[in-house]
């Protein structure tokens, strides 16, 4: 679970994020949309622990981010825009590398199970990851997750430059995961992708949540007229 307790973090005299209160349960998928500059980076750099809170906490699983980062860390799984692996090692090779890295050890069968899972197609397994696009690279990404045994997901724009198959694919594995009991924090700012994957879906402007609200019975066209009448 993710908590943001009265969230505030200030870059000199600006403010990034301001009061953020926010709480995402176990299978819930929460898509953050706002304009460039809005705080959805900040946010999930807060829950990460990459930045410090001005004032307030982040929260995974109950644990305050800023107190102890590598206990949070252990809940967490980031998914970036751009999934950096080690282009050199192939799919299998990265993800032994980053479960071990994570303390977990599993055989070759375990490992290709996961990647299976994720729908990475079978003779990538043993390609260098150099040679992957982006949407192979981000199901590595989630195999990684996955792995780690991590309860948390956060995503920073998952879906920027993926074709229609590769983003069908992606959200269909997210959606299964946030049904698994995951919790999931999603940047984005495609609105149609958010309300197919999300369960629900935060507006940011000017780092503020301004507005929050469940899919269900949501139509893209409504979210879209509401965001740009927010923004
Ligand atoms: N390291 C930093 N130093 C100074 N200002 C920063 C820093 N990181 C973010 N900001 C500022 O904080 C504000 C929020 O930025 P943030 O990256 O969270 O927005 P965003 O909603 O993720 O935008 P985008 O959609 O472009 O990724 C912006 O005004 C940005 O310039």
Request: with cysteine.
């Amino acid at each position: 679970m993710l908590q943001a307790i009265n969230l505030t973090k200030n870059y000199n005299n600006q403010t990034a994020l301001n009061n953020l209160n926010l709480t995402i349960q176990k299978g819930e998928v929460f898509c953050l949309l706002g304009q460039n500059g809005a705080g959805k980076t900040t946010t999930i750099n807060l829950f990460l622990g990459f930045t410090t809170p001005t004032t307030g906490q982040a929260l995974v699983n109950g644990i305050a981010v800023e107190n102890d980062s590598e206990a949070a860390r252990k809940h967490l799984a980031y998914i970036p825009e751009v999934v950096m692996l080690y282009p050199n090692l192939s799919s299998i090779e990265n993800l032994d590398f980053f479960s071990r890295l994570a303390g977990f050890k599993y055989t070759t069968q375990q490992l290709e199970g996961f990647l299976e899972k994720v729908g990475l197609q079978k003779d990538a397994f043993e390609k260098r990851m150099g040679g992957h696009s982006k949407g192979m690279r981000q199901k590595v990404g989630i195999a990684i997750a996955l792995a780690k045994n991590a309860d948390v997901l956060l995503m920073d724009e998952p879906t920027s430059g993926l074709d229609p198959k590769a983003t069908a694919e992606f959200t269909e594995l997210v959606k299964n995961l946030g049904k698994e009991g995951k919790a999931i924090l999603m940047a984005t700012h495609d609105i149609f992708n958010a309300v197919e994957v999300g369960t629900t879906i935060g507006i940011m402007r000017r780092g503020e949540l301004v507005h929050q609200m469940p899919t269900s019975n949501l139509m893209a066209t409504d979210l879209q007229k509401l965001y740009l009448e927010t923004i």
